[in-house]
């Protein structure tokens, strides 16, 4: 069709590309979920269908870009979706990749948000919403350490929220209190410590809540001890 | 908290950043939206629900970042929105600004589509999503003519896509006769087609259509031309 | 030409350009400058020799892209040169005109060396070496800030190490008793310190250690005000 | 020391990194060398003496960087330095990087031209200068493959200068002629050319011009099979 003069203005735009051969995470992380689960009442520390809410937006963001994702792996309001190193998507650009996976998931959280919260309607004035980025791993060994780092976060955050919210919600003990009780403890500590003053086992906390959730290609969401399985999950890639 | 050996991966990250003093442009794009408005039975060329539930979606993401945002306007499924030069959001990091806005448009697309589509409730196989790219204007010149390039291509879609499915629904021509009808002609000679074999005089189409939506820093969607009206559009900042 | 199988690897390659409109500074700083101006004895704190060769290298590196500078300014072993806004020298890559200025200039320094220092040839092992970076400005404003950050810059260091050497070497500090001596001082306190204990007027001292060097697109050589002169610096651009 | 109200100037520059674990290439470019080596009356299509300048100076910057460098290969006026994928050289920013290698060469270049030819002194208005870029490549099979991208560039290039320039010399063909005589012919059919119009067996010529010289760690120069010995290249990295 025709161009007008103004076409020039199209030479701003840039394209950056992620390399070649490199791993790609996108993560998905909430925007100020903080807030947004204090307004739907979301249950501390883990609300399970919130959880749930979110695995079932992976999954079919996984589905929709099956032949380009060998796992997902999530937690809380965070989400990362691993692609393979030899994906061509988008030609591999930044904006395209990172946008669209954030959109998507925006798309599906929305529309399936009535499904785990039937009684809570969202409100247009507190809307969910998402931040995206791209990052580039060049090797298998450097992508298995994304995944376990996000892995080893899910546990420290977990344990350190769980014996948290215990010793308000059981306890009666102040947030600032808790926060001193727990400071400077290592895990063990704080699992004694949930043990002996909240009569509750760690160990018996639900799986998603300890382990976080991994969705394969085939869209089966799995609650794993992801450094035990890890080159099990990249075998092949 | 306790940092895991892993934690080393989080440098691959890269922060890129607009450079300062450059005004920015989020622009959002439908994504397959030739697919999705079929399956919704979209009108042709225009369907005016669509048309106001991406103008309402848009006032909802301006109100939201309005003491950043100057404008913002759109036409089809796409539209810019163009922050002070001056604004700090996010650092000016790219990855966040252009995956946030995407992100609450896309969460206010699905939120109202019921408003405006009360009889076609969104199917979870065919959810809309829009791609999102932020670009650098460094002066107020180049920025009114990124306004002035998506204004003429309204236009420029707008007349074409109108006379080519006036001939096609009204007069019977198949797609392929009515392109061929149209390959070279000019704006005033579609005009001329459009009167002549179809009765509609252009300049009594709706102004939407014709000229887009501009959404105001108040909120207000005006459809005006943009061109005469682009240094007022402007004052100020 | 044949292509081989291997040229895939071309693709790893990243273009990045500087955005239009925006002016671009290339600045030229000196690698180890410390050590190399102790190996070849340049006078403390100023070596007029050094300068001068500076001041010949930037001349001819504006000479040679002269259509495209505004102005060159240096000081001690940095040069920055200014290019228009409109360049589009090298289709604006970054890459390339960072590599080919500060190559160009390397090639005149040590081409031009013995000029200026007849009795000390280079030493293969104790060769000059400058670093280089591109960095885009969208305004007359923030350029002519930027040519006056270095000109403060020069002013600042130069009378503090017009004190400082004249402390060491007139009056007998040691290199630390100066330094306390000048920490916390304001600028007229370190002039009074000057004047009072070395008996020097730093009005005195040489321009060109005062004021740095700004090569005019004709390639005259000036040590002005640069902060007075701004506007007319920068008149036309 | 203090700062000046212009020091904001500094937000504006941008820090490119190359990702970690990556391998880093450092291709330097002769800029105009066609008209360099005319000026100069380079030999063709290739001048012993200024290969061997080429390699002096890649081998003199490899050792100053020996740490870094895995090793160094050149052909014609380029030159690829291929640096670990461990390295932290200057925090891997791609400007610094790219701008000390060029520089640093480009300072040995002209220190030592004179060393190789003793009876053409440098002219300042014929300088050599060279470009410089930086690229990242994720694996150990994709920086082989870059080595020996660059091994059959020689080879390509080589055989068709020999014989273009054996037509044009020894035959009296003009430069037109030899040209379409070589169109569309290949490998073995130029090397029959050479042999039955030129006398000359392609095998017998020189190993540097046939297969570049290659730089080790130690600084070895060497004229080999690239392709056949990459394994061992590379061979603990």
């Known amino acids: 069709m025709a161009k007008s003069r103004f076409e020039y203005v199209r030479d701003f735009e840039q394209r950056d590309v992620l390399i070649p051969e490199t791993y790609i995470v996108v993560r998905i992380d909430g925007k100020k979920f903080h807030e947004f689960s204090n307004y739907y009442k979301f249950e501390k520390p883990n609300d399970m269908r919130a959880l749930k809410l979110m695995n079932a937006c992976a999954k079919n963001v996984l589905l929709q870009y099956r032949s380009e994702v060998i796992l997902a792996y999530g937690e809380s309001d965070e989400y990362s979706f691993i692609l393979r190193s030899d994906t061509t998507l988008y030609n591999r650009r ?10 998507l998931f925006t798309s599906q959280y929305v529309m399936l948000w009535s ?8 409100d247009v004035k507190h809307l969910p919403f998402f931040d995206s980025r791209c990052v580039s791993y060049p090797n298998l060994k450097c992508i298995k350490d994304y995944l376990s780092w996000r892995f080893v976060d899910t546990h420290i955050n977990n344990l350190y929220n769980t ?3 215990q010793l308000v919600q059981k306890c009666g003990l102040t947030t600032r209190e808790a926060e001193n009780k727990l400071s400077g403890t290592v895990s063990s500590e704080k699992q004694e ?18 382990k976080g959730s991994l969705v394969t290609r085939k869209g089966e969401i799995l609650h794993i001890d992801v450094i035990k399985k890890i080159d099990e999950l990249f075998e092949g890639y």
Do not use: Q, R, T
Not at 94 to 103: H, R
Not at 115 to 122: A, G, I, M, V, W
């Open 94 to 103: 930044i904006d395209k990749i990172s946008s669209l996976f954030v959109s």
């Open 163 to 165: 014996v948290f919210w």
């Open 115 to 122: 499904k785990f919260f039937p009684n809570d309607p969202l």
């Open 193 to 210: 410590i949930l043990f002996s003053e909240c009569g509750i086992n760690y160990n018996n906390e639900p799986e998603m809540f300890k």
